[in-house]
């Protein structure tokens, strides 16, 4: 299989592996370790990436965009996720906030949010989740109810994740009596509004990636509903397609691979040979991901939102990402568990690990996922 996307492409994944050599500090893990001072890397080279004219390459120009491609999108998400996602937090806003915004958003709302997410100054966070609707999204209580013209909004959000950083959220309420789907409507929320408190939830994801996040009669604006009052669903489900697209993990389970290949080169024919094949079955998996992945890309170029394809190739990620963190951790073996500079792929194992375990529940659990494959092919569409 050619994985090759051209020269451009190419010669993009080499400017953005120069700033990345020239701006991360050697062995960085991502904004959630627990030096702060990663998420100040992370706001820091957003920032340069948004001066280089690469930070929202893809989006329109008249948003702020470079114009470019989906393709050269993936590459950009490739080598950000390869090196630990040194967009830190604000990856959900360039991801799909951004664009259910263009997608949805009041030419007002456009004017407002699009902007500082293109010059990589601002963090969103995505408030879905809550205790009884989870995978059940659909039965989420949070209510917004008419005040004046505008909306008065209560209820808990819970797996909030960057709450804590974060200056906006988009947050999905009930409006009226409606069941289920009927009656979700989608707010922008700024996250310093009066009636909202944060509180960190401790897991082993580190400093302060998930939430809860309660809303206490928080007042929003006319201007804040996004899209059509009781139209959240649809606004939700071109959302999660988008975020099931963007975590491109398989790339960094591939520099990862690679990285314990060179590492282990010189006593490699003294290793266990079930060593080698899970090494390599690893690789194999990861490449399967890459291309399900390059496959919803290919899908959204055709100017669908690929739901059911995008979900198969999360599926894919998340095993890739999860198989890949036991090799290493075999590999790596008494030592797999440290931490820091010093230890093997400077920390990256025992970081991977952790992170591979939550990869299978986030963006829709593993389950969710499988019965939207399963239900499509029952319905005798393509997958
Ligand atoms: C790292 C991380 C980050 C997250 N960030 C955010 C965020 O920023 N914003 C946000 O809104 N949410 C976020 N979430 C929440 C995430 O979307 C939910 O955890 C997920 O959708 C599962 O919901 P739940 O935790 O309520 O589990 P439940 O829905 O209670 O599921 C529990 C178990 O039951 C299974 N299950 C449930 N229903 C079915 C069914 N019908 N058939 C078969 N099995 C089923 C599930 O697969 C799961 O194994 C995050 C989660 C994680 C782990």
Redesign the pocket.
Known sequence: MDFDLGEDASALRTRLRELIAQHLPEGFLGAFTNDPADLDVTQAFCRLLAAEGLLTLSWPVEFGGGGGSLWDQTVVREEMWAHHEPRGAQY?GLNWVGPAIMAYGSPEQKAQHLPPIAAGEVIW?????????????AALRTKAEPDGDGWRITGQ???????GMAQWCII?ARVGGGERHEGITMFLVPMDAPGIEVRPIR?M?GYH??NEVFFDDVAAGPDAVLGEIGGGWSVIKTALAHERVGIARYARCERLLSALGAELAPHWDDLPSSLHAAWARALVQVRVARLLAYRTVHAQESGGVPDVIASAARIAVTQCDQAVGEVLFSATDHRSLEAGFDAPLHGAVEDHWR?AQ??T????????QR?IVAKALLRGEPV
Do not use: N
């Not at 959000?157 to 709450?163: F, H």
């Open positions: 959900m966070c995505q408030g879905f989740s809550e205790p009884e609707a989870g995978s059940d999204l959000k819970i797996w909030t994740s960057y709450a999905a897991s994801l990636h998930l992170y939550a990869a529940v986030a963006s829709g659990t593993i389950e969710v019965m």
